[in-house]
């Protein structure tokens, strides 16, 4: 074995292992040496702090961007949401339009017999009504008002000097709107006066 200073290189690697500590163990002599000990000031150049600083900035601005697309996109997806329940009500909704016709065409013609069958269909028709009510259903505003293209539809023009030009002489079939979503315009008969 080669020797070294009168030892061999097993006996100094021993040694050097029994004095050895365990990996981030420090005595407190060490620590004491390591803060104590004046360590080389590092200085950065100040157009690398300069770069570093832009990059901080740039990944704070993305940050920034990206926390406002994921807010809008959220809202973006409660509103369709929203949007896609009214839709789907308004179609369910829509349906039943016809069983309403139905009902008011019933009651027109039973209106002079007060028999219990009629009182019955008119109280089923009310309660139809005031539960679509609760919903956002209401009937559009027609008879004896001027008339408006955007919830009525003009079925006759009528010639009467009677009542002023324009204004909804008749309706035919009650129109309906849904919250302020026009489900089906208001069939009427309008006047037409040339003294208007």
Known sequence: MAKTNGK??????????????PAGEETSEGQALASSAPGPSVLVP???????????????????????????????????????????LADTIKTLLPILDSFERALKIGAGEKSEFHSGVELIYKQL???LGKIGLRTVPALGRPFDPHVHEAIEMVDTADVPDHQVL??????????????????????RNAKG
């Open 129 to 131: 009504q005031e539960a």
């Open 170 to 191: 008749e309706e035919l079939q009650h129109g309906y709107m849904l919250k302020d979503r026009l489900l089906r315009p208001a069939m009427v008969r309008v006047a």
């Open 46 to 88: 100040s157009d690398e702090l300069e770069k570093v600083k832009a990059e901080r900035d740039a990944l704070l601005d993305r940050l920034a961007r990206s926390q406002a697309e994921f807010e809008n996109a959220r809202k973006r997806a409660v509103r369709e949401q929203q949007e896609f329940r009214e839709y789907a």
């Open 8 to 21: 061999s290189k097993v006996e100094v690697n021993q040694l050097d292992a029994e004095h050895e500590l």
